[in-house]
């Protein structure tokens, strides 16, 4: 269908992405509410919880953002007890940031909170329409 026969009163499917996120995005705020941590700390949170400990360098590629974003992220989690940085045994001259045991029961807790989060989100879908919208994200992700 072309935007000349789409009804004008009808969301496009940009504007129907848009909500779901917004949505998406609001409900992710409200989960992470009780451990005071915004997106970007969870994020960092739950790749050095399946990665391990590793360099400020590395853990920016895996969250894409700069280096100095990276900085300051760490900077966050560490004041709130959530990451050390430690020195680097393959090379002193290098930092990696790994996780507390505080920040190891947060991340665990926060992916619990999330995975509940999803599946109320998520859970008037069928399987066939799960599988079929993880499908369709990662073909638009990739």
């Given at each position: 269908?072309?935007?000349?026969?789409?009804?004008?009163?009808?969301?496009?499917?940009?504007?129907?992405?848009?909500?779901?996120?917004?949505?998406?995005?609001?409900?992710?705020?409200?989960?992470?509410?009780?451990?005071e941590v915004n997106?970007?700390?969870?994020?960092?949170?739950?790749?050095?919880?399946?990665?391990?400990?590793?360099?400020?360098?590395?853990?920016?590629?895996?969250?894409?953002?700069?280096?100095?974003?990276?900085?300051?992220?760490?900077?966050?989690?560490?004041?709130?007890?959530?990451?050390?940085?430690?020195?680097?045994?393959?090379?002193?001259?290098?930092?990696l940031v790994a996780?507390?045991?505080?920040?190891?029961?947060?991340?665990?807790?926060?992916?619990?909170?999330?995975?509940?989060?999803?599946?109320?989100?998520?859970?008037?879908?069928?399987?066939?329409?799960r599988e079929q919208?993880?499908?369709?994200?990662?073909?638009?992700?990739?």
């Amino acid at each position: 269908m072309t935007a000349e026969e789409r009804d004008p009163h009808e969301e496009s499917l940009a504007e129907l992405f848009w909500a779901v996120a917004r949505r998406l995005r609001h409900q992710s705020r409200q989960t992470l509410g009780p451990w005071e941590v915004n997106p970007g700390h969870a994020r960092a949170l739950g790749v050095l919880t399946r990665h391990g400990a590793m360099r400020l360098s590395t853990l920016a590629e895996h969250l894409h953002i700069a280096p100095r974003s990276t900085t300051e992220v760490v900077d966050g989690l560490e004041e709130r007890g959530l990451v050390a940085r430690q020195p680097d045994p393959a090379d002193r001259r290098a930092t990696l940031v790994a996780l507390t045991e505080e920040g190891t029961r947060v991340g665990a807790a926060i992916r619990a909170a999330r995975d509940a989060e999803a599946e109320r989100f998520f859970g008037h879908l069928g399987r066939d329409d799960r599988e079929q919208l993880t499908r369709i994200l990662r073909t638009l992700r990739d």
